[in-house]
């Protein structure tokens, strides 16, 4: 027997005709998106609340990736928020910043709300413009004054 | 000393902007903490408005006989920026493992936490407390057991962290030579939440922090006070081998065809069927794999006496010396297949014995 033979394999990667849970996932995803045609209601699917084998998760990334938009995020850690090859199903993936998954969601919804600007930072927004406009209009104001006065 | 006052009476919100974290920053922040509390991702509004406005509480740590392995298993998480932004919101004012300072310096700060936030600080016990002989664990000379009482009167809930404060774990493991007992054998007039395990899941703890942090209340408990979000399904409902198990197919040793296939663990002593954990779900190692996924059976260290459960290689239903006893495990794991299999059990396992010489399960009982 050769060396590598010798060596057992295990299975822990579960072959394709083995699991169980990527089909009903994609068909709670076909019913979502039926009702936000219909009623405009969203619905996130938390992908980390749900029992997947090995391997598992990969295939329901490769079932629907990857559509037209794909946006990053630097936000406490990069994210990655990909629409789907599904219009209105998205998915979005949070990574800390030693860039661990920290959560992985399918959204079905016409755009992620992580993805639109948010009423409180453009409120800070528009402060920071403010000043800085201001700013620059008082570091241009002082030659003119100084000569102007003397 | 105005500068903490002044730091401690800020919200959440005040102190995330204040570090320039940013709405949507907190608001993929708070995806990820229903993701961790195993929250619907329908309430991450509700815990953005919560943690927005949640004030610091004072945390107050105790460590009695205890292997440091609970701390060891929160400080060493791989999501570091949502822990830590939680520890950035609690007030740790007590951990005699992680403070810099050292006996009556630390246990003046531990009066002093209790003193100032009497009624409203939590307190975290690691291990179990000694009742026989209270000198076999003491903290700057103060017995556990004092110490606990002491604690616990100001405090608003207790959490217990891993399998020996929650059911007093290896040290209660017979002969229990200190006589070691849970926080709830010694404490009865204050809430208490169970986070058992050996040690627990990380985020779990974190969880259990975050919930009070966000709500303010106590989690729904199951009966042995474990919170339901993370321990109201067993391990073996929530397992991606368990297709295997409805459909028959199990591993019989640890390197046969079965094991190779990645069939259930059932026969090789996996006590899945009766422990309530989310570790299936959840997984460790920032979500990676848990030990069935690695090929080991679940050992049940988040059920009270695990360490005397009788063998973690026997199989729980399979009959051995006292049928009668097995039967009624298995009744009681609702394993309605368990006596069927265990009959055929020991044939299997006895002809996969004679094919495979490797590692038996006697082997791993011996």
Known sequence: MSE??????????????????????????????????????????DLRSIPLAPGEEDRIIDTLCCGEVHAKLNALGPSEIYETRFAGVWLVTHHN?????????????????????????????????????????????????????? | M???????????????????????????FCAATASMMALPPSMIPTI?????????????????????????????????????????SISLDYHHTLQAAAGHAAEAAREAAMEENHGKYLVVVDGSIPNGNNGYS???????????????????????????????GIPHAKPNPTGAVSVSDIIKDKPIINVPGCPPIPVVITGVLTHFLTFGTIPDLDNLGRPKTFFGQSIHDR?????????????????????????????????????????????????????????HPCIGCSEPNFWDGGGFYKAISIPTENITKTTMYAAAAGVAAGVAIGATGRMKKSAAGKAHQKVTIDDLEK
Not at chain 2, 143 to 160: F, H, P, Q, R, W
């Open chain 1, 4 to 45: 590598e033979a010798a060596i057992p394999q295990f299975n822990i990667q579960i072959g394709n005709d083995l699991t169980w849970n990527v089909q009903p996932i994609l068909h709670e995803i076909r019913h979502a998106l039926d009702k936000l045609l219909e009623t405009g209601e969203t619905r996130v699917i």
């Open chain 1, 97 to 150: 910043e030693e860039n661990d998954i920290i959560g992985r969601f399918i959204e079905i919804t016409r755009i992620p709300d992580i993805l639109k600007s948010q009423h409180e930072d453009m409120s800070i927004a528009v402060h920071q413009l403010e000043n800085e406009l201001s700013e620059a209009a008082e570091s241009n104001k002082p030659e003119t004054d100084a000569e102007t006065n003397t």
């Open chain 2, 2 to 28: 105005t500068k903490d006052l002044s730091r401690k009476d800020r919200t959440l919100g005040e102190t995330l902007r204040s570090q320039g974290v940013s709405r949507r920053s907190f608001l993929k």
């Open chain 2, 48 to 88: 953005a408005n919560a943690l927005e406005k949640a004030r610091r509480p004072s945390v107050i740590w105790l460590s009695f006989q205890e292997c440091t392995g609970c701390t060891e298993s929160l400080t060493r998480a791989h999501t570091a920026s949502v822990e830590s932004l939680i520890f950035d």
């Open chain 2, 138 to 168: 003491t903290i700057a000379g103060i017995s556990n057991y004092d110490m606990l009482i002491e604690t616990a009167k100001g405090a608003a809930a207790i959490v217990t962290v891993g399998t020996c404060a929650a059911f007093g």
């Open chain 2, 239 to 295: 397992c991606y081998r368990r297709p295997f198990y409805d459909k028959g197919l199990f591993a019989e040793t640890f390197d046969d065809e079965g094991a190779r296939q990645g069939w259930c663990l059932y026969k090789l002593g996996c006590k899945g069927p009766t422990t309530y954990n989310a570790c299936a779900t959840t997984k460790w190692n920032g979500g990676v794999s848990f030990p069935i996924e690695a090929g």
